[in-house]
């Protein structure tokens, strides 16, 4: 009976920790400007989606300095054919960056209820990629498949296992709307930078700083 | 004496446009192409169901072909572009100023990148009509009124990032 009683207190104990470190962390996601104070180079993750999306992040990067932000991790899903030639060509051909695929979270025609477990899949195989590589900062800039990244990389930042910054990038095409990723990310990470400035009003804390790509 | 648009382009990007491509071997289309000058047109039609090759219709040179690596020469030869409404391409378009008419596909269910030419059109940076109104868009703008595009500044958010992101040891 006491070693239940004892249990049960050790639990409460760790959901009210949780809880705390959980409300403090979003309290300085929203109220502060997330500064990260590193000693020298910032470990950066890409989170590649497809298409548009890839094009216009790898845009972006091209004017991040190369040897700040690295080493440079780029995590793409398996099926995604090229993009991994687009990284190439934005890296300037050489192969001074790491590549990691992740099985897609929900294939095309694929029912609700079988993406459900496959999209747990997914997310648990990119908790040993996260951990291990033990980013500084994450960009992404939709689609959906950046949000178990994300969500990994704030589950460990929680449990103090990680010290990471989350940068979301809107797309262009998004003029007056968030996207569901956009939505989505806007309570979570550290940095949510629209393209348009009327998005703005419409965003809990969007920031706007003139076209990026 | 209006300008002339002697060489246009089509493109249609990744997937397919078969309206499109259908439309622009049309007569009357081809008539409003004569209207604003044009003799040579190169069509990127992608998976469209139209069959790829070079001829000639109504003094008018057609060159279609499906994919290149980059269409970017075709775009810089180009004194016209007519594009569906893909970011990427129309990006790429306003980027080396060139005229822009955007097509809408209506076929696509998600449109949300009709978002993007409707803003564009809003601050005069280009047109955009569907299939249908294809022609009539052709008779009446002037394209010589569209405002060119701002080249895009992420020199701000990157400073942003540089100074929220503090490195001690000075990487430079």
Redesign the interface.
């Known amino acids: 009976m006491e070693i239940l009683s004892f249990l049960c207190l050790i639990f409460t104990a760790l959901v009210i920790g949780v809880t705390a470190r959980v409300i403090y962390l979003l309290i300085k996601i929203f109220t502060t400007e997330c500064a990260l104070y590193q000693d020298s180079n910032l470990r950066t993750i890409f989170c590649i989606g497809s298409g548009g999306h890839t094009t216009e992040l790898l845009r972006f990067m091209r004017n991040l300095n190369c040897r700040k932000y690295y080493p440079r991790l780029y995590i793409l899903a398996d099926n995604d054919i090229n993009s991994e030639s687009k990284i190439f060509e934005a890296e300037n051909k050489q192969s001074t960056y790491l590549l990691n695929k992740i099985p897609r979270s929900r294939k095309v025609n694929q029912s609700y209820f079988s993406s459900v477990f496959s999209t747990i899949y997914s997310t648990l195989i990119t908790v040993p990629v996260i951990y291990k590589f033990k980013p500084n900062v994450i960009f992404c800039n939709g689609p959906g498949t950046c949000i178990p990244i994300c969500v990994v990389a704030f589950i460990l930042r929680i449990l103090f296992l990680l010290d990471c910054r989350i940068v979301f990038i809107e797309s262009i095409c998004r003029v007056r709307s968030l996207s569901l990723t956009g939505k989505i990310l806007q309570y979570f990470a550290d940095l949510v930078v629209v393209q348009w400035p009327q998005l703005r009003d419409v965003s809990l804390r969007a920031k706007y700083f003139g076209r990026l790509t | 004496m209006p300008k002339l648009y002697n060489r246009i382009f089509i493109t249609v990007g ?1 997937t397919r446009f078969d309206l499109l491509c259908e439309y622009m071997l049309s007569p009357a289309v081809i008539h409003a192409l004569k209207e604003i000058g044009c003799k040579e047109v190169v069509i990127q039609i992608g998976n469209s169901d139209v069959d790829p090759g070079n001829f000639t219709k109504n003094e008018i040179k057609f060159t279609l072909y499906r994919f290149k690596d980059s269409i970017l020469e075709d775009i810089k030869k180009a004194d016209l572009v007519i594009s569906h409404a ?3 391409s129309c ?1 790429e378009v306003l980027e080396e100023k060139k005229p822009l008419l955007v097509v809408v596909n209506e076929d696509l269910m998600d449109n ?2 009709l ?2 030419a ?2 564009l059109q809003i601050d005069g940076h280009l047109y955009y009509c569907t299939c249908d109104t294809l022609v009539n868009t052709l008779n009446v703008v002037d394209f010589e009124l569209l405002r060119p595009f ?1 080249k ?7 400073r ?3 100074d ?6 000075n ?2």
Do not use: M, S
Request: hydrophobic share 45%.
């Open positions: 990744t893909g970011a990427g990006l949300h990148q978002e993007l409707e803003q701002p895009a500044n992420p020199i701000l958010f990157v942003y990032l540089d929220i992101f503090r490195v001690y040891k990487i430079d």
